[in-house]
């Protein structure tokens, strides 16, 4: 999910692992609350393990052979999964996965090395994207097809599918937000002029220190939920147009 995940991993961990544990707590009180939490995981695995082969097999087609060396070309989730931040999505509501590793260097040339980076940086939240509308469309399919249904199995499914829709969004748009060491802090640079670059570039570590505060006070749900809203009233009305 992040790409130079280069903070004080040590202290940072054991911060985010007392949220977990406090979050782990929470469930153990509510079967409800746990039952929804396992329905969630196939969710959680699709999306981060899609988004980091995104990253993978862009910079692969783009001519930095890093990823496949690493064996990041891979679609298997043991190969894309970081323990600890798999434990945080779970049980604290925020994590990661692990970081796909580029060289700039080995880009092809028909792109500056910046431009090609964001490219590989979007390739990400793109494809959380494009698996919000292809499980839609299969949410609404089963919908129109089945109907209201009591049945245990097909009402989990269709639960898990929810899930994935959801988690698929936020992981997106997430992303996106453009401070290090998320994607959107690459995507927005070659955008930006070159004074404002220098200056993005030279406040990077103050901007971590924002992203880990905006992380973990829950501010940065607050900052992404009006187009998490947006993005999922376009999908709720594909999903309408498709069950009519």
Do not use: C, Q
């Amino acid at each position: 999910m992040f790409n130079n995940f280069n903070i004080d991993k040590r202290t940072l961990y054991i911060a985010l692992a007392i949220l977990a544990i406090y979050g782990l707590s929470g469930y153990l009180a509510n079967p409800a609350e746990m039952l929804n939490l396992l329905i969630s995981i196939p969710g959680i695995l699709i999306a981060i393990t899609f988004h980091e082969f995104a990253h993978a097999k862009t910079a692969d087609i783009l001519g930095d052979d890093t990823p496949r060396y690493e064996g990041r070309l891979t679609l298997n989730p043991l190969n894309h999964i970081d323990p600890i931040g798999f434990m945080l999505l779970l049980f604290a509501g925020f994590g990661w996965g692990k970081p796909v590793h580029v060289n700039p260097i080995n880009y092809n040339r028909n792109m500056s090395m910046e431009k090609a980076d964001a490219i590989v940086s979007i390739a990400g939240p793109v494809t959380n994207f494009i698996l919000a509308i292809l499980f839609t469309i299969i949410y609404s399919l089963l919908y129109k097809f089945i109907g209201f249904t009591t049945n245990r199995i097909i009402l989990i499914i269709m639960t898990m599918i929810n899930y994935t829709i959801s988690i698929n969004v936020a992981l997106g748009v997430f992303n996106l937000l453009p401070l290090p060491p998320l994607d959107g802090s690459k995507v927005i640079k070659p955008l930006l002029p070159y004074k404002a670059k220098t200056w993005f570039e030279t406040n990077e570590k103050v901007f971590y220190i924002v992203f880990i505060v905006l992380w973990i006070t829950g501010l940065s749900g607050i900052i992404i939920s009006p187009v998490i809203r947006v993005i999922s009233n376009g999908l709720f009305n594909l999903g309408n147009f498709i069950i009519r």
